[in-house]
């Protein structure tokens, strides 16, 4: 099993919807979580992070994170196709000897259509 | 800043040769990553540096690949003899240490295609 487990999908929304992405982790130790974005043959971006559990929203982007769960999630409101990209999820336990090592998901690969 | 640069953008090659990939970080970032991405395994860390020095090479298959970082502006991965299974996007990331838990900055990738 994966540390990091996340549908590949792929979504596809009209415009306007909202889109829920979703993993799910094994690692009680993770405390940083992360949602990249990825446009076609380009590298990862980082679109926002969560130290925690909690909430924390960004312009049309909520991200959740239930650490109780093992569960986080990314919300993205009203929807464009601007959107359109792969969004992977990231974690890290942020010390010891996993000091700088992210563990992604496969990423999912979202479609927003006019 | 021109961000992560990463050459050659593609390359193709056929199985037996040597590939080298080649990647210059953000200057004054510490940590230095080499990832692989397929549609199978999705992104996977293969190794990592911090100030130059190799932490963690666990990710590296197996001993045909090999990574180095002489300098704190220039990174290689090799691949000796490469094998059609290595085709994948490659990708280097740099971080600084004040964020080295939540972000890398990735380069644009090298697609490698071994034939």
């Known amino acids: 099993q994966k540390e990091v487990e996340q549908d590949p999908g792929p979504l596809s929304v009209p415009e306007g919807a909202i889109v829920s992405l979703n993993c799910t982790y094994s690692?009680?130790?993770?405390?940083?979580f992360m949602w990249y974005r990825q446009y076609s043959r380009k590298g990862p971006e980082l679109l926002m992070y969560?130290?925690?559990?909690g909430n924390k929203e960004d312009g049309r982007f909520t991200a959740q994170v239930d650490k109780s769960s093992k569960y986080i999630s990314l919300f993205i409101r009203d929807s464009q196709p601007s959107d359109s990209a792969t969004y992977l999820c990231?974690?890290?336990?942020?010390?010891?000897?996993?000091?700088?090592?992210?563990?992604f998901g496969r990423g999912t690969q979202l479609t927003v259509w006019p | 800043d021109a961000g992560v640069i990463q050459s050659p953008r593609h390359e193709v090659t056929e199985m037996g040769q040597e590939v080298t990939l080649r990647c210059k970080p953000i200057?004054?970032?510490?940590?230095l990553f080499w990832y692989r991405q397929t549609m199978m395994r999705g992104l996977e860390l293969l190794i990592y540096?911090?100030?130059?020095?190799?932490?963690?090479d666990s990710g590296m298959p197996e001993d045909r690949f090999s990574a180095k970082m002489p300098n704190a502006s220039f990174s290689t991965l090799k691949i000796q003899p490469s094998e059609p299974r290595d085709s994948a996007v490659y990708f280097c990331?740099?971080?600084?240490?004040?964020?080295?838990?939540?972000?890398?900055?990735f380069g644009q990738g090298t697609r490698l295609t071994v034939v």
């Open positions: 969560t130290y925690s559990s």
């Open positions: 990331a740099s971080s600084p240490d004040r964020r080295i838990n939540t972000e890398a900055f």
């Open positions: 540096f911090n100030n130059n020095v190799p932490i963690d």
């Open positions: 200057s004054g970032h510490d940590y």
């Open positions: 990231a974690m890290s336990a942020g010390r010891g000897s996993t000091l700088g090592r992210l563990y």
């Open positions: 690692n009680s130790a993770f405390q940083y």
